[in-house]
């Protein structure tokens, strides 16, 4: 019986490795890669790989013709009888003889231009020939540190699980993924994965998905990273010049057209390289274009190159695109960056039509067990074979995973870890027990990051203790921490404590409890940072923090109830109490004097800005994603929001069981947010909020709506949708109704890109428009105009605003610095 299974077993192994196999050469013994290579007039193909091995599998034996095309070299096409499993067929390539004696110079028309207008008229109905597809899809993703320092910061960065040899050079990521595609223009995609594997890790899913591998230049932009303008745009002219460098006939007698892509300004997101172009039809016929990453506003990345080749179907008169690589390096505080994705196309289908539920919310899913394939099944069914350095980089961190899992290596870490050393006391200590995925420990005596500055508690700093652990299978996490609190000026501790449990990483259910005394500003958006106010209070003298005592207990719950729809609700009790100035301690004296801790009495030292009181609050939220896609794992649901349409949320709160009813009230808000890419004229972005009180007429300032103003003249996020920059923080709060208004349009580079000189900054023009309407005061507005990605070198972390603000006519300008860094230090 053995014997008989062991025969079924190497038959069946047999059968599925019928291969058609072989190297590929140039006529030098230079081996190719990324050919591509497949069956005439079939979408069976593969690619070639680093080393110029292939694998083509096929299912029987019989006669094949097998076409070998590499852009720059003559297609070759073999006419084979394949009698036997594996069929060896090594294949020589020759360069490209191009022909420039067809190429007719005509002092009216550069004949490059009259190609690409006619591939431009011919755009439309091209893509039409792929706007409806079924295809397998298998892509390879390597990322290589090559040269890597031994420290970085100070820190020693090691081999990292074996990754690197002894020069800091090796593979730190390698895997594939196996798919079945659907795909419907404009935006209709829905894809499989079968098999999906990450070397190093027999639990992990790839992220190779084909949906983040459609670079179609048969659009007007092609995405990477910028809006690229596409050489057969409609606008392309205004971006490329165009050179004809000759002709070729491929394996079917049709005539290609190599253009060359020539930038009219360098600044531009603008491809640079090469287009082939099919004579009569103007279908593309392979694309090999060059990407700089100050173009695609990716500045870590020095370039990127992107191939692309295309295969002609005599039944079906389509050109579809067979194979794709995509290769880059990149690299910063010396360290070098490289990575490849290798892409295969095969089995098209192009039906007339999908059904209705073809295409739902869900875009990506994984097939039960896809993370679990064995090694036969990847020989046998990986199109494109491994090179040598894949082939030991996955026996080598498979067999290290194997050792890793072990539990004596795992107790040997973690005693190497859970070394208690006495600087500990002052930098933190945790305890890690590898084999549960929990740790503990505390934050010690001297969290540097938390050291802050404010006129009520002087110095102050926080420590604690916290404990976590981690369930990979399901996403399960649980977080208990205490934090303490200790004011220097004020000679006061506060202790807080919080216990955050997520259910699962499906629906995201979350209960989160805590409770204690701390320091609250009376804005609970917090607008100015702990970081920001020190340095405004120590080195300036303003003090625009402005904190009252908070003793408190809260539990809050969260899940996504439905696809797109985010539920929220909270209970919460508070003690408040006033806080006065304790401390005017500064870095740099001046004559002026610090202004009170109450934000309605600036200049009033001495009278609270509310009496104590205490109340209870509740209050349900909702999050609405219209549209919304997501990507189903069996560990995890991961959203993804639908950018064709806004997000909303809706917010009601209650105040009940108060000290008096006067600070009973009832508020509802909402909010609308939404963008919109403008092609490559950049992206308008929104941000309407909106809300009203009931009952409210007695009610605590703390519990007035405030709006996010800025007096120190520094920007610390992204973008400016929520905040105005050059209004106090409480002069317009109210208990009434009140409607704000935030709108940006980013050009990414659209103006300034064309601008002489100021090109070479590479930077973005931002204009920007703010209003605030609440009752019985002139609405507050402001203009900006601004520059982003600023910087040094690689470095893009500036952005630099000039504001005019009114209310009842003018009331000031000034400067905005944007660092966004700050936000870290917060």
């Known amino acids: ?11 069946y192994a047999t059968f599925l490795s019928a291969q058609i196999k072989g190297t590929i050469t140039d006529e030098k013994g230079e081996t190719l890669p990324a050919v591509s290579v497949f069956i005439e007039n079939t979408y069976n193909g593969t690619s070639s790989n680093e080393q110029g091995a292939y694998e083509l599998n096929v299912k029987t034996k019989g006669n094949y013709t097998i076409i070998f095309q590499y852009l720059g070299f003559k297609t070759v096409k073999k006419s084979i009888n394949v009698t036997q499993f594996p069929f060896i067929l090594n294949v020589k390539l020759a360069e490209e003889n191009i022909d420039l004696a067809e190429v007719v110079i005509n002092t009216k028309e550069n004949p490059a231009n009259k190609v690409i207008r006619k591939a431009i008229a011919a755009r439309k109905n091209n893509s039409d020939m792929m706007a409806r597809f079924k295809a397998d899809f298998y892509s390879r993703g390597i990322f290589k540190l090559k040269d890597a320092p031994k420290k970085i910061f100070g820190q020693e960065i090691g081999d990292m699980d074996g990754s690197l040899d002894s020069t800091g050079t090796g593979i730190i990521y390698l895997s594939e993924t196996i798919s079945k595609i659907m795909y419907e223009k404009p935006s209709n995609f829905k894809e499989r994965i079968i098999a999906s594997k990450i070397s190093g890790n027999d639990n992990g899913y790839s992220y190779n998905s084909a949906r983040g591998s459609f670079f179609d230049f048969y659009s007007n932009t092609v995405s990477l990273g910028a809006k690229m303008i596409s050489p057969i745009a409609d606008n392309a002219f205004g971006y490329y010049k165009f050179v004809l460098e000759g002709t070729f006939q491929d394996e079917n007698n049709q005539m290609i057209n190599k253009i060359k892509l020539i930038p009219k300004r360098d600044s531009e997101p603008v491809f640079e390289g090469y287009i082939y172009i099919v004579e009569d039809s103007w279908a593309i016929y392979g694309v090999d274009v060059i990407v700089k990453g100050y173009r695609a506003k990716q500045e870590f990345m ?37 990575g490849k994705f290798t892409q295969v196309f095969t089995n098209y289908e192009f039906p007339d039509e999908f059904s209705k539920k073809t295409f739902t919310n869900e875009i990506l899913s994984f097939e039960e067990g896809s993370n679990k394939k064995d090694s036969l099944f990847w020989n046998t069914t990986r199109p494109v074979p491994l090179t040598v350095e894949e082939s030991t980089d996955y026996i080598k961190k498979d067999s290290l995973q194997t050792l890793r899992k072990s539990d004596k290596y795992l107790d040997s870490i973690d005693a190497k870890h859970n070394r208690f050393k006495i600087i500990d006391v002052l930098t933190g200590y945790s305890y890690r027990n590898s084999k549960t995925n929990s740790t503990i420990g505390f934050d010690g005596v001297a969290d540097l990051i938390s050291v ?58 979350t209960l989160n409890v805590s409770g204690g005394s701390t320091v609250s500003q009376y804005n609970s958006s917090e607008p100015i940072s702990k970081f920001i106010n020190s340095i405004s209070t120590l080195f300036f003298k303003n003090n625009f923090m402005k904190l009252y005592n ?35 301690y500064v870095i740099i004296k001046n004559d002026d004097d610090f202004t009170s801790n109450n934000p309605l009495a600036p200049n009033d030292y001495t009278t609270p800005a509310f009496i104590t009181h205490h109340l209870t609050k509740v209050n349900i939220g909702t999050q609405i994603n219209f549209g919304q896609k997501y990507i ?9 929001r639908n950018t064709k349409y806004p997000i909303l949320y809706f917010n009601f709160e209650k105040a009940f069981a ?105 930077s973005t023009l931002v204009v920007g428009f703010h209003n605030l309407a609440v009752p019985d005061r002139k609405p507050y507005q402001e203009f900006s105009i601004g520059l982003d990605h600023l910087g040094f070198g690689k470095f893009k972390i500036f952005r630099l605003d000039y504001v005019r603000s009114y209310q009842n006519g003018y009331q000031g300008d000034g400067l905005i610095f944007g660092l966004q860094i700050l936000n870290i230090l917060n």
Request: proline share 1%; net charge positive.
């Open 1 to 11: 019986m053995k014997k008989i299974t062991s025969l079924l077993f190497l038959f």
């Open 302 to 338: 020095n370039t990127m190159n992107l191939k692309q080749n295309f295969s002609y179907n005599n039944k079906n008169h389509i050109w579809s695109k067979n194979s794709q690589s995509l290769e880059f390096n990149a690299g910063a505080f010396g360290i070098m960056f490289l």
């Open 452 to 509: 802050s500055h404010n006129t009520v508690q002087g110095w102050n700093l926080n420590t604690g203790f916290f404990f976590t652990k981690y369930n990979e299978e399901n996403g399960k996490y649980t977080r208990i921490k205490s934090t303490f609190n200790y004011g220097f000026a004020e000679d006061r501790l506060r202790v807080y404590g919080n216990f955050l449990h997520r259910f699962n990483t499906q629906n995201y259910a």
């Open 550 to 584: 908070k003793e408190f207990a809260k539990i809050d719950f969260s899940q996504n109830i439905a696809n797109g729809i985010f539920l929220s609700a909270g209970l919460e009790y508070e003690q408040r109490k006033n806080l006065f100035n304790n401390s005017d």
């Open 632 to 640: 189903s794992r069996p560990d995890a649901k991961l959203n993804l």
């Open 658 to 762: 108060a000290t008096d009813t006067n600070y009973k009230y009832e508020h509802l808000s909402g909010r609308v947010s939404y963008n919109k890419t403008l092609g490559n004229k950049g992206t308008f972005t929104t941000n309407f909020k909106g809300g009203k009180f009931f009952n409210a007429d007695g009610i605590s300032f703390i519990d007035y709506q405030h709006f996010n103003g800025n007096q120190t003249h520094i920007g610390t996020s992204a973008s400016y949708l929520n905040v105005f920059n050059l209004m106090p923080y409480y002069t317009n709060s109210t208990n009434d109704s009140y409607f704000e208004m935030h709108a940006e349009h980013n050009f990414e580079g659209f103006i300034m890109n064309k601008i002489p000189l100021i090109n070479k900054l590479h």
